[in-house]
């Protein structure tokens, strides 16, 4: 009777001390990935709720700051260092974690360290936020274990099993098929006007086709022609008229400009340039944009320019003959609307090439100007 007693006795003990047996030392490394502060805290707090779950004990923060000192970058990503941070802390485990948050989940990846067999696993996940305690709980389950995360296919990457076939007689409800979203409006944008929010079609012209502008800037002569004389830099004039073609962006002009400061010269010219939108977007069913345009431009046309000087009795210089040569230029042009007639222009790069048979002018600048739409 009395050895009966005793035997109940001890099983009764070594079934009370078996969850503390199973505890393991677990020393959690700081959280990282992303730069969302938050994110990194939300996901430490995650698992520590499930390390206490589990039954696991959790090495206190001081002596895993401690440990990390002695690793060389304060990151312990190797199986020497994370063996370092074991033997330091005493630490059965050692656990890392990295977090990518999105907008309603976030991936999860956590890497263990079993300083037992110096095994290293990782596993990944991406967790839903509002259920993000309960499936970090399931990847800690898995990933805790001696045995280790295993082969084959993790528990949440199975197939749902398909519903049971109803029952003889069973009425089965078909849930309703959502309706397509709405299509989106193909001839109307809302652009955000400073002047004003407006509905127009398209982007660009706001359905005003045609356009006249006037801009000043800057000009220097990159490479210059022979006989060339005084300053490279110049300020410069230029006015043009464009039609838009279609709806794309695309828009051919004409103009021309000149030196208003500087050597005398000036241009005629045509092109064509392809002006985008970036802030287009689908918003709430509809098309809506911020009226800031850019695009390239190409230039073709005639370059002229008074001839080299010619001497004269006493010393005196005679302006020669006009000099024409064609010229090929380009550039990065950016308008802003700030209404659908009125927008502000600038040219950037204003590359203009001018070809001659002993050499080459290569022009670089700036405009910045003003246009109406009609």
């Given at each position: 009777?009395?050895r009966?007693?005793?035997?109940?006795?001890?099983?009764a003990a070594?079934?009370?001390?078996?969850?503390?047996?199973?505890a393991d030392?677990?020393a959690?490394?700081?959280?990282?990935?992303g730069t969302?502060a938050?994110?990194r805290s939300?996901a430490?707090?995650?698992?520590?709720r499930?390390l206490?779950?589990l039954?696991?004990?959790?090495?206190?923060?001081?002596?895993?700051?401690?440990?990390?000192?002695?690793v060389?970058?304060?990151v312990a990503?190797?199986?020497d260092e994370?063996r370092?941070?074991?033997?330091?802390?005493?630490a059965?485990w050692v656990l890392a974690?990295?977090?990518e948050?999105a907008?309603?989940?976030?991936r999860i990846?956590?890497?263990?360290?079993?300083a037992?067999t110096g095994?290293?696993?990782s596993?990944?996940?991406?967790?839903?936020?509002?259920?993000?305690?309960?499936?970090?709980?399931?990847?800690?389950?898995?990933?805790l274990?001696?045995?280790g995360?295993?082969?084959?296919?993790?528990?949440w990457?199975r197939?749902?099993?398909a519903?049971?076939?109803?029952?003889a007689?069973?009425?089965?409800?078909?849930p309703?098929?959502?309706?397509?979203p709405?299509?989106?409006?193909a001839?109307?944008v809302?652009?955000?006007?400073?002047?004003g929010?407006?509905?127009?079609?398209?982007?660009y012209?706001?359905?005003?086709?045609?356009?006249?502008?006037a801009?000043l800037g800057a000009?220097?002569?990159a490479?210059r022609?022979?006989?060339?004389?005084?300053?490279?830099?110049?300020?410069?004039g230029?006015a043009?008229v464009?039609?838009?073609?279609?709806?794309r962006?695309?828009e051919?002009?004409?103009?021309?400009g000149?030196?208003?400061?500087?050597p005398f010269a000036?241009?005629?010219?045509g092109?064509?340039?392809l002006?985008?939108t970036p802030?287009?977007?689908?918003?709430?069913?509809?098309?809506?944009?911020?009226?800031?345009?850019?695009?390239?431009a190409?230039?073709?046309?005639?370059?002229?320019?008074s001839?080299a000087g010619?001497a004269?009795?006493g010393g005196?210089?005679y302006?020669?003959?006009l000099d024409?040569r064609?010229?090929l230029g380009a550039?990065l042009?950016v308008?802003?609307?700030?209404?659908?007639?009125v927008?502000?222009?600038?040219?950037l790069?204003n590359?203009?090439?001018v070809?001659?048979?002993?050499?080459s002018l290569?022009?670089?600048?700036a405009?910045l100007?003003?246009?109406?739409?009609?």
């Amino acid at each position: 009777m009395i050895r009966r007693a005793l035997s109940c006795a001890a099983a009764a003990a070594l079934t009370a001390l078996a969850p503390a047996a199973l505890a393991d030392r677990i020393a959690v490394l700081p959280a990282r990935g992303g730069t969302d502060a938050a994110a990194r805290s939300a996901a430490e707090a995650d698992v520590e709720r499930a390390l206490a779950a589990l039954g696991h004990t959790p090495v206190p923060d001081g002596a895993v700051a401690a440990a990390l000192e002695g690793v060389a970058d304060g990151v312990a990503d190797t199986a020497d260092e994370l063996r370092a941070v074991s033997a330091q802390t005493g630490a059965d485990w050692v656990l890392a974690g990295t977090v990518e948050p999105a907008v309603t989940t976030a991936r999860i990846e956590l890497t263990a360290y079993l300083a037992s067999t110096g095994r290293l696993e990782s596993i990944a996940r991406e967790v839903d936020r509002d259920r993000s305690a309960q499936q970090t709980q399931e990847m800690l389950a898995l990933l805790l274990r001696p045995e280790g995360v295993g082969i084959g296919e993790l528990p949440w990457e199975r197939p749902a099993p398909a519903p049971p076939p109803p029952a003889a007689g069973e009425t089965v409800v078909v849930p309703p098929v959502p309706a397509a979203p709405a299509a989106l409006p193909a001839d109307e944008v809302l652009m955000a006007y400073p002047l004003g929010p407006e509905r127009v079609w398209p982007a660009y012209t706001g359905g005003r086709r045609f356009a006249v502008s006037a801009s000043l800037g800057a000009a220097v002569a990159a490479a210059r022609l022979p006989g060339a004389s005084g300053s490279a830099a110049s300020l410069v004039g230029a006015a043009r008229v464009a039609y838009a073609l279609g709806d794309r962006g695309v828009e051919v002009f004409t103009g021309g400009g000149g030196n208003l400061v500087g050597p005398f010269a000036g241009w005629l010219e045509g092109g064509a340039r392809l002006m985008l939108t970036p802030s287009l977007a689908p918003h709430d069913g509809a098309w809506r944009a911020f009226p800031l345009h850019v695009g390239p431009a190409l230039h073709l046309g005639a370059f002229f320019r008074s001839g080299a000087g010619v001497a004269g009795p006493g010393g005196a210089t005679y302006r020669g003959d006009l000099d024409v040569r064609p010229v090929l230029g380009a550039s990065l042009d950016v308008a802003l609307a700030l209404g659908p007639a009125v927008q502000l222009e600038a040219q950037l790069g204003n590359l203009r090439w001018v070809p001659a048979g002993d050499g080459s002018l290569l022009l670089v600048g700036a405009t910045l100007g003003a246009g109406a739409r009609f």
